[in-house]
C-alpha cells in the first residue's frame, strides 16, 4: 500500500529513514525519481519501503542539485501534517 493511504502515525522515523536509504540508493545508480510524493512510496507485505512510479525518473550527473532538492523534497512529505477531511 502506498503511504498516501495510510494513517499519518504510520509515517514514522523507521519509514522515513527507509524511504531515505531508498532514495539514497536510486541517486548512488546516478537517477533521480523524478516524482517524489507519498503515492509513490509504498510498504510492502514484510515492511519495507519501496520507491514506485519511476516512470519521471531520469538519469543526472553525481553533481546534480536535483538529489538535493529530492532529499529536501522527501523531509517535506513526512514533515507536513496530513490532510484533514474536507470541510
Given amino acids: 500500500r502506498t503511504l498516501d493511504n495510510v494513517d499519518a502515525s504510520l ?3 523507521s519509514v522515513y529513514s527507509q524511504s531515505l536509504a531508498a532514495l539514497q ?3 548512488e ?3 533521480v525519481h523524478g516524482d517524489l510524493a507519498l503515492r509513490n512510496i509504498a510498504i510492502d507485505q514484510d515492511g519495507r519501503v519501496v520507491l514506485i512510479d519511476l516512470g519521471s525518473a531520469r ?3 553525481q553533481d546534480s ?3 538535493q532538492l ?3 523534497d522527501l523531509e517535506k512529505l ?3 501534517p496530513s ?3 474536507p470541510s
Fill in 11 to 13: 509515517l514514522t522515523a
Fill in 25 to 27: 540508493r536510486l541517486h
Fill in 29 to 31: 545508480a546516478g537517477y
Fill in 59 to 61: 538519469r543526472a550527473p
Fill in 65 to 67: 542539485r536535483d538529489f
Fill in 70 to 72: 529530492e532529499r529536501k
Fill in 78 to 80: 513526512f514533515a507536513a
Fill in 83 to 85: 490532510p484533514g477531511p
